[in-house]
C-alpha cells in the first residue's frame, strides 16, 4: 500500500522551559577551550564520506529500497535549492543592502517562517568544527542552522522502511528550503555558502545548532530541541550577513539525559555509552560509529535511539514537568515509549 508522507509546516515556538534546579548543568555544553584547540591543531575534522568513504558506499547499498522511491524528490530538491541560489547570485540584486542587524535579523527569519522551517539560530563560524573538505568555500563569519522537523508517525514506526523514506524526502526538502533563505541574503547584498550534499553538512552541524540555542546534545548523540528532540535534518548557510548571534541554552536535557539512560539500554547494537567524557575537548556521550553504522545501514535507518527518547515522543516540558512532580522519567520502563 501506498502512503504518503507529510512533512510538518509550521514554525516552532520560541521556546520557554521550565527546567527542575537539580537537571541544570551549563549553557549549552561543556567545553575545555584549550582541548578544542589542542585536537583541532592535531586532527582537524573531516567529512564522513572522507573518514568512512567505503562504509558510506556500502551503507547507500543496503538503503536502496527507500532511496530508490524517494531519490526524485530528495535529489531533485537539491537541484531546485542550488538553482535558486545560481538565479540569485547570477542577477542584478534587487534590494538595498540592508546593514541593521535588527531588521536583517526580522527578515530573514521571516523567510524561513514562509519556507515551512521549523526553526533558525545563528552561530559564529568557527574553523574547528567546519570540515576540511569545505574550508575554501567559507565566505564569513556567522553559520546560520535551518531545522526541519521530521513526521512524528513515521518516526514512531521505525526501524523501518518508511521511515528511512521519511527521512530521505526531508533531507531534499530541508535543501530546498534553506536555499530559499539563502537566497534571501543574496538579495539582500550577502555572500552564502551551502552544502552540495543532500545531508546538508559543511560542519558538525549539532556544534552550530548549540551555539546558537536550538538545543543540547543528547545522550544518543543527536541535537535535542524541546519540540522534537531529536526528529529533525539540520542544514547550515556559511554567510557574512551581520545577523544576531544567539547563545547556548541550558534546557536541562544533560541533567535529563543523567536520569534517563532508555536509548542506551534499547541501542541494539550497544553503541551508546552512558558513561560521559572528555572528547576533542567536549563533555559527551561518545558513539561508537563501528557499531552504529552497520544497523543504521542495514536495518531501515534504526533510528531506535531517536524513537525511544522520552523528549522526542512527548516534548522536553512534559517530561520535565513530570520529572519535577516525580523524581521519574515520563514514559521510562514502558512499552509505550520503549517498545519496538
Known amino acids: 500500500m501506498r502512503r504518503s508522507i507529510r512533512l510538518p509546516l509550521e514554525p516552532w ?3 520557554h522551559v521550565r527546567v527542575p534546579p537539580d537537571l541544570l548543568r551549563t549553557p549549552g555544553i561543556e567545553r575545555d577551550r584549550a582541548a578544542e584547540d589542542a585536537a583541532f591543531a592535531q586532527s582537524p575534522i573531516h567529512d564522513f564520506e572522507h573518514v568512512f568513504e ?5 551503507g547507500f547499498s543496503n538503503q536502496w ?9 530528495m535529489f531533485g530538491g537539491v537541484r531546485r535549492g542550488h538553482q535558486r541560489v545560481a538565479r540569485a547570485l547570477g542577477r542584478a540584486r534587487a534590494a538595498a543592502r540592508v546593514e541593521d542587524p535588527t531588521e536583517l535579523d526580522r527578515l530573514i527569519r521571516q523567510v524561513a517562517r514562509d519556507a515551512g522551517l521549523s526553526a533558525m539560530g545563528v552561530a559564529p ?13 567559507v565566505v564569513g563569519d556567522r553559520v546560520v542552522v535551518l531545522v526541519l522537523e521530521q513526521g512524528w508517525e513515521a518516526t514512531q514506526e ?13 533531507y531534499g526538502e530541508l535543501h530546498e528550503r534553506t536555499c530559499r533563505v539563502a537566497e534571501a541574503l543574496v538579495h539582500h547584498g550577502y555572500k552564502v555558502a551551502v552544502p552540495g550534499n543532500p545531508s546538508g553538512g559543511q560542519g558538525i552541524n549539532i556544534h552550530f545548532a548549540v551555539e546558537a540555542g536550538l538545543g543540547q546534545l543528547g545522550l544518543n548523540g543527536q541535537l535535542l530541541t524541546p519540540l522534537a528532540g531529536s526528529r529533525l ?22 541533567g535529563l539525559c543523567e536520569q534517563c539512560g ?8 550497544g553503541a551508546i555509552r552512558l558513561r560521559a567524557g572528555m572528547h576533542r575537548g567536549v563533555r559527551k556521550w561518545k558513539i561508537s560509529t563501528e557499531r552504529c553504522l552497520p544497523v543504521v545501514s542495514q536495518a531501515d535507518g534504526c533510528a531506535v535511539c531517536m524513537r525511544v527518547c522520552p523528549v522526542q515522543k512527548y516534548g522536553l516540558q512534559p517530561v520535565l514537568d513530570h520529572y519535577a512532580e516525580t523524581g521519574e522519567v515520563l514514559g521510562k520502563g514502558t512499552d509505550e515509549l ?3
Open 13 to 15: 515556538p520560541a521556546p
Open 54 to 58: 567505503q562504509a558510506a558506499i556500502w
Open 65 to 73: 529500497k527507500a532511496l530508490l522511491p524517494t531519490a526524485p524528490r
Open 125 to 137: 563560524f568557527d574553523e574547528r568544527y567546519w570540515f576540511e573538505e569545505d574550508r575554501a568555500q
Open 158 to 170: 521505525s526501524p523501518n522502511y518508511h521511515f528511512e523514506k521519511s527521512e530521505f524526502i526531508a
Open 233 to 254: 535534518r539540520m542544514m547550515t548557510i556559511n554567510t557574512d550577513a551581520p545577523l544576531p548571534f544567539g547563545a547556548p541554552v541550558d534546557y536541562g536535557v544533560t
Open 262 to 269: 532508555v536509548c542506551a539500554r534499547n541501542c541494539p547494537s
Open 338 to 340: 520503549e517498545a519496538y
